[in-house]
């Protein structure tokens, strides 16, 4: 067969048009997700999407992340994040990989997109290997904790721009989102104390479980953004 320029050119403009048509389903996997995730509810202003049915508690799930994000500095009134639940862990690590992160985390925001992407199976298997302790934390595996944890994230987002938010040390990014979560759950619990809090972080037995050491990183995170905004009156700006 004869190769002519014009014959390259077609192939050239076959392989752009095939890689653009590619890179357009990358893109709709994290902006326009609804084909995978069938199942719907609107509730107290979220809107959630689902792989499988919808879990029958997930109002209730719903109006105690609205109460969590309600508390939140950062928050605004501003819309909140659509929420997609991976009941399918092969669906969360799929996005995870599509996304070019690990995926033994409990969600997973996709802030410009405006979704969140949570893995059913992580965040419940947090809560029993932790027998639901700390309480007030990322730990101790609560839905509507997790989901308020992204809306932080993103709230941060918006605060900051996208390429600020992504300088913030861990520490500080982390530590913030789940004081943020937490806030208005600790504010309503009479039971709550921040000196026990830190006696716990400090007390190795506790963090021994059934399956070896408890990491508490991230729950240190949480206590020194904590100490420095609610003991020391610091906000998120400094
Ligand atoms: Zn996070």
């Known amino acids: ?50 792989d499988r049915e919808i879990p029958g508690d997930f109002e ?25 639940v991976c009941r ?4 969360f690590v799929f996005v995870n990989k599509l ?3 690990g995926h033994g985390g409990q969600a997973l925001v996709i802030s410009v997109a405006g979704n969140a ?8 298997s947090v809560g029993q290997r932790n027998g639901g302790r700390p309480v007030h934390s990322r730990l101790e595996g609560s839905w509507s904790a997790a989901i308020a944890h992204e809306v932080a994230h993103d709230l941060v987002f918006s605060e900051v721009g996208y390429g600020k938010a992504r300088r913030i040390p861990a520490w500080k990014s982390e530590g913030f989102a789940d004081y943020s979560a937490n806030l208005a759950s600790t504010g309503a619990d009479s ?28 729950f240190r ?4 953004v904590e100490y420095l905004c609610s003991v020391k009156g610091m906000t998120f700006a400094g």
């Open 191 to 218: 039971d709550y104390d921040f000196r026990s809090r830190l006696g716990l972080l400090l007390d190795d037995d506790s963090w021994q479980s059934g399956v070896g050491f408890i990491d508490r990183r991230h």
């Open 1 to 50: 067969m004869k190769v002519t320029i014009r014959r390259v050119g077609e192939w050239f403009l076959w392989g752009l048009g095939a890689a653009v048509a590619l890179f357009g389903l990358y893109l709709s996997v994290f902006f326009f997700p609804y084909p995978l995730f069938p199942h719907h509810i609107e509730h107290a202003g979220f809107s959630v999407y689902s």
């Open 117 to 124: 992407f949570f893995s059913e199976t992580v965040i419940e």
């Open 60 to 84: 209730r799930i719903l109006d105690e992340a609205r109460f969590r994000v309600g508390g939140m500095e950062l928050y605004r009134g501003a819309k909140d994040l659509r929420i997609f």
């Open 221 to 224: 995170w949480h206590v020194l």
């Open 88 to 91: 399918s862990q092969r669906l």
């Open 99 to 101: 996304a070019g992160k």
